[in-house]
Each structure stands twice: as C-alpha cells, then as structure tokens.
C-alpha cells in the first residue's frame, strides 16, 4: 500500500512518538478506535455491494483526485465499490494491538483510510444517485486551484479541524470567530458543526469555514490538503512518505477536539498525527496522557487557538507598528554623535544592563511594554541616566541557551531605529536617542515595541512570546543589574571544561561590522568575544538558529603555529570576512597577526617595554595609564578594525584564560590593571594565577591606580615585589 517505510519518519516527531513515549492506555483507545473505523467502513462496504454490486461507481464530485486519500497514500485510483474490498482487507490484516512506533502510526494510517472509505460510502443513497455534491465538507477541484495555494504559501496561514462539542455555542463561536479573524481554513466535524449555526455564524467559501459531518468527516480536511500536496508540491500518487513529509512542513493544520473523547475520536485524533497536524484536547488529561507537542490537554478555551498556534509552529505577521521613527536595518552603523544627543542610558559612570530570560508560558503576558521610572520627556535634556531592558521570551521550542544569542542581537535591533544608537553589552552597555528623534515623539516604550516586533520576526522559529521591561529608575536599575550579574555568571560558567584543543570548530561574530566593516571576531572555547557577551556556546546556539547569521563556524583546520594559535582555516574565514585586508591572524599572541579589534571591547591591553610587560584599562577607567594613553585614546587607536602589533581588545573574563596572550607569555606578563578590573574579577584571577602556577600572591604584585598612573611610579613597585614580567623574556 503506497511506498516507503512508516518508521522511516521518525524524526518528523522528534522522540515525542514512540512506544516509550505515548501511553499504553492511549494506544489501547486509539486501537479500539481504529477496530470501529474499519467495522464501520465493511459494513457499509457490505451494504453499498448489496444494493448496487461492485461495479458501481464511487468517487467525490469536482475532482480529478478519485478518493484522495487512498489515491496520495498507495497510489490506487479507486473507482468502483468492489476495489474497496482489498484495501479493507488489507487494513485490517496489518494491525496489531502490540503498542510500537509501527502500530502507533498504523492506526492513524488505517483510521485515515477507513474515514475515507466512510464518507465516500456515505454519498451514496437507496436510488442510486451519487449525491455527493451535496456532501458537507468534501471541498471540490474549483475551491483547491483557488485556495490551496494560498495554504500552502502561508497566506492562509494554516487550517483548523474542529471536532467534537464545545463547552457551549458561545465558547465554539468565539474560537471559530478567532480562527477567523486569523485567516484559517476551519473545518468543523461533528457536533461543532451543528453549535458554530446555532451561534449563527454561517460556515462557507465567503469564510473559508465548512461543515465536515460526523466525525469521521475530518478526513476533508486531511484529503484538501493531501490534494494540494499532489496538485501544487508535485508529490506523486503513491509517494506516501514524501507526501506526509511534505504535509507536515507545508501544511499548517491542527486539530481541536472540543468534548468528549471517546474509542473513534481517539483513533481520528492520531489520523491527524499521523499526517504530522498535533492534536489539542480540552478535556484534562493526566502527564501520561499527553504526548508533548502531539496530544496536549489544554481545557482553557480563552487561550486555545494561540496554544495551538504555537505549538504548529504558526507564526502569524505582526500587525504593522507605528514608530515616529523610521526603522530600517540601513541605519545599523549611524552613530549619534554627542552634540546630536537628546539623551543617554547608561554610559558615562552610570549603571546599565540587558538581559533576556526564557520563562514559561505562564510567566509573560505576550506583547506587553513597561516603562519602570520617568519617560523621556521627564527626564533633563542632555543627560546620561541609569537604565537597563529586561526582555522575558516564551517558545515551545526555546532553549536557555539561546537567551545569550537573543541577548546580543538587541544591539543591531535597536540600531535599526533611525536616531537611535546601542553600544556595548550585557551591564556596560548604552542607548543613545539624537534630538531630532526625540522630537518626533520618542518615549522609552518604543524600544520594547521595536524589539518584540524584531525579535519575533528574526526567531519565530523559536519565539511564540515576548516580554519588554525597560528600567530608566536608579534604584530598580541597579536591583535588577545584581540579578542579571548572576545570569551572566551562570552562563560564563558553563564553559568550564571546555578547551581550545577538545573543540572541533570554532565560530565568528559579525555584530560589530556594521561599525567596525574589517573587523571580525574568532571566538574559541578559551576566548570569548571581545565584547565579553559572546562565549563559544552562545556563538554556537547562534549558528545552530541561523548557520549563515552573524555566528559562524569556522572549521579547524590546518595548523600553521601552535604557540600562536594560527590555524590556515581561519587565516581563510578572516580574510575573506576583513574584505581582504587581514592575511594572518593569531589568536594568542598580541605581538605578531593579532586579531582586529572593534569598538566594543571591554578592555585594551598594551605594551609596556619599560617593565617588560603589559598593562589592561577598560572602559570604565577614565584616568591615565603607563602606557601614557587614556581609554577613549587607545580605543580611537586600535578600534578601527586593523591589525595593531602590542595593543589589544578584549573581553574582561579573556584575562583569565590560560589562552590569554599565551604565546607572549600570558598572565605572568600583567604589571597594571585599574583597581576596579582586579575587584571584578576578584578571586577568580587569584584561582587562574595560582593554576598557571604563579601563586594565588601573584595578583599582589600587579599595580593599579593607586600605586601609580605612570611607568616611573609604578616600575618601583613591580621591583619591589619581584613582578616575574622583570626578569622573563625580552617582548621587543
């Protein structure tokens, strides 16, 4: 019967569909089920013989398609009443009452069958007349090459199959009407039919909503959207497997069952399953129950129709919001320069943060913009204020690991908006809004406006519900900046274990060159971004949503220098990513190829040739160094996208990896650093000292701010404390 194997699809479930997963007592139902569904179809098989023998002819009117399922499922062009008896004969040899991955799908595959043979039979009446046409729900050729196309290219964004009795007409009214609204083809089996009249609503082309019949009148569902598969996706007769493929990626239906629950439902239930179309119950169903994804209790009518969506992956287009600013992904890479600003969040001494948190289904309310402190317009013109985004996102198909990747993506979205400026990362970064923007009516809600719109437009597929809270109240800001420290922790601390050499790749980040166009950062397990927000798991999340985005990967391949960690595979990947510019790169030397810098660093590492070391600033000191360079200077000097043989950036957490600046010498090289980067990185410098066995003391021999800002007060110190930077190797 039709070609391929049924397990041969397995990954269609994703492990959700096996005989591990799905309930004996489910199975058992679905089975008894699928024995009535064939019952049915023999007796009325027997009955239509008698009457009429068995070469009366059978078939739907307004189709080429005879009877569509059997026709895409085996390939058989049925057109008499004696060709049935064959094809029930072999259904009903194949199944087992045994619960396996086979037997699961078989029922479904036979439920399928039999709801086909049913409805065919069912058109024939005592005068032998084939009335047919008169049949509700079977949809013929005409309405097909009108509107199945549209399912298929999402205009119609996906078809609805309501079986069954709601809880009461108003309830079935307002999900019809809602699936309505949405655009959905809506076909309604059983009693539904019967309530969606009674509600006066009026199921026809007009509303691309049907009358099916009895319950086994869902198969005019299935047999549509079968024959747009064999009409539109040229799938063959016959070529089942590809067929069902084909109808679980194009076709976006569901079906709803609404009331009772009983052996022949259960058996439709997984016919639709079968075809890749999850199925929603509203009756309450225990744990063991539910087949995650496939069969899922949701009793509440209210949120129904959007849990259905999600869970099919139906991703409908936002409605068009107004900005009073223009957005364009032209304007990533505008910067907004001081004397245009209006004003700025974070920056300058303040205190700034961005988080993105996946939380479950009942922890967001989808679309929702909060503003915790004064708006803009409260706020003086020109200054600089703490102020942070807390961005809550839900999806069935989420990841906490994906909540770093949507995380460093808020950079580009808001850049987008024309007046607008984001810089930085994590809690260093800052929001700038230019005066012409604010003119036109900018208040803080815009950035969760634009951010949800952008954030579910780029990750639908893994992004149902967002959430924005932006935080321009000092007190709150700083609350929630010690909260997200902790994320940010948590993260960093789940590359513990992983290495340069047991990784097989390595990945890029491209987020900067809209305003750093030569540069391009190479992130390895030992080396995050130089924005300090991108690890290698985050940049690996990032490519496995979106392999040609901004993450990614970088075979390694072709070892040239192992002390330098020059690899040919990714002296390639950054020449062709630099526009030609960047030959070599060596990711752990800072002297000879170092890798381009942007202007997003956290920190700048320099040369100090007077002490035979290096010392490191970061954005948050302002004040003078050894080197004879504050940090605006130096940043203006290597963050331009080119190689610059003793100057580096780099991210804060980069000091402590047994890569940082290895083939130079690594830590045992630091003679400065600004009080505040040794307090941040606390006890940690001293464990990563101590393991590159310096001594946890090493970190006692580094100078900062208050030991000295130049090389003659400083230089006094490292002799006394006999810095091992004094007596190594020659830099120069």
Excluded at 24 to 42: M, S
Excluded at 507 to 513: F, G, H, L, T
Excluded at 652 to 663: M, T
């Amino acid at each position: 019967m039709g070609n391929g194997q049924i397990n041969s699809f397995e990954e269609i479930y994703d492990g959700a569909l096996d005989s591990s997963t799905v309930p004996l007592a489910l199975f058992q139902k679905a089975y008894d089920g699928t024995v009535v569904a064939v019952d049915l179809a023999e007796s009325l098989l027997r009955r239509a013989i008698h009457c009429h023998g068995n070469e009366y002819p059978i078939r739907y009117p307004d189709t080429n398609y005879y009877l569509p399922v059997i026709l895409s499922l085996s390939g058989k062009k049925v057109s008499s009443l004696g060709e049935l008896i064959p094809i029930l004969k072999y259904l009903r040899k194949r199944m087992k009452k045994k619960l396996s991955f086979d037997n699961i799908l078989l029922c479904g595959e036979t439920t399928a069958y039999a709801a086909e043979i049913i409805e065919a039979l069912s058109s024939i009446d005592d005068d032998d007349k084939l009335h047919a046409g008169n049949r509700k729900g079977f949809l013929g050729d005409h309405v097909l090459r009108r509107y199945g196309i549209l399912l298929l290219d999402w205009t119609i964004p996906g078809l609805a199959i309501l079986v069954g009795k709601a809880k009461s007409t108003t309830a079935l009214a307002g999900i019809v009407s809602d699936l309505q609204a949405k655009g959905f083809l809506i076909f309604l089996a059983g009693e539904a039919a019967e309530q969606a009249l009674a509600a006066g609503l009026k199921p026809g082309i007009d509303s691309l909503t049907f009358s099916a019949g009895d319950v086994t009148g869902m198969i005019h569902a299935v047999n549509f959207a079968l024959r747009a598969g064999l009409l539109f996706g040229g799938i063959a007769p016959g070529a089942r497997d590809k067929q069902r493929y084909y109808q679980h990626r194009r076709v976006r239906a569901f079906l709803l069952q609404l009331g009772e629950r009983d052996k022949l439902r259960t058996a439709v239930h997984l016919a639709a399953i079968f075809f890749g179309f999850p199925v929603l119950v509203d009756q309450k169903l225990s744990e063991e129950e539910q087949i995650p994804d496939w069969y899922i209790s949701h009793p509440d009518y209210n949120t129904l129709v959007r849990t259905a969506l999600e869970v099919r992956g139906i991703k409908l287009k936002s409605p068009h919001i107004s900005f009073p600013f223009a957005v364009d992904p032209a304007f990533t890479g505008d910067a907004v320069r001081q004397e245009d600003m209006y004003l700025e969040l974070g920056g300058n001494g303040t205190l700034s943060f961005e988080l993105v948190t996946m939380v479950g289904a009942n922890e967001i309310e989808d679309g929702k913009v909060e503003v915790i402190g004064p708006d803009i317009y409260e706020l003086e013109k020109g200054a600089t204020v703490s102020g942070g985004i807390c961005i809550k996102v839900y999806g069935r198909r989420m990841q906490p690991d994906f909540a770093g990747v949507l995380e460093r993506r808020i950079q580009n979205f808001i850049n987008s908006g024309e007046g607008l400026c984001h810089t930085g990362q994590r809690n260093t970064c800052c929001y700038r809004i230019s005066k012409d923007c604010a003119a036109k009516g900018f208040r803080f809600r815009h950035l969760g406006d634009l951010l949800i719109a952008k954030i579910k437009d780029v990750f639908s597929p893994i992004v149902d519900r967002v959430q924005v809270t932006v935080y321009t109240d000092p007190k709150a800001v700083e609350e929630k900046l010690s909260a997200a420290k902790q994320v940010y922790a948590a993260r960093d601390a789940r590359l513990a274990g992983f290495s340069d050499e047991s990784a097989d790749v390595f990945y890029s980040c491209a987020v900067c060159q809209s305003l750093s166009p030569n540069h391009i950062c190479v992130i390895t397990p030992e080396r995050p971004g130089l924005c300090g927000a991108v690890s290698w798991l985050d940049a690996r999340a990032s490519n496995e949503l979106d392999p040609s985005g901004p993450n990614q990967l970088i075979k390694k391949e072709g070892l040239i220098d192992e002390e330098k960690g020059i690899w040919k595979s990714v002296n390639d990947f950054v020449f062709s990513k630099t526009n030609g510019k960047i030959e070599i790169c060596s990711l752990y030397s800072f002297l000879r190829y170092p890798m381009t810098s942007c202007r997003f660093f956290e920190c700048i590492l320099s040369i100090v040739p007077e002490a035979n070391g290096v010392m490191i600033t970061t954005r948050e000191h302002s004040g003078p160094t050894p080197c004879g360079m504050d940090f605006p200077t130096l940043a203006g000097f290597v963050g331009i996208g080119v190689q610059t043989p003793g100057f580096l950036g780099h991210g804060r957490r980069y000091i402590l990896s047994k890569k940082f600046i290895k083939a130079d010498g690594g830590l045992a090289r630091v003679i400065w650093m600004p009080g505040e980067l040794k307090a941040w990185l606390g006890d940690d410098l001293r464990k990563s000292a101590g393991e590159q066995g310096l001594g946890a003391c090493f970190v006692d021999k580094i100078a900062d701010e208050t030991i000295g800002t130049t090389i003659e007060e400083i230089l006094p110190f490292l002799e006394e404390k006999k810095h091992p930077a004094l007596t190594m190797l020659p830099l120069i």
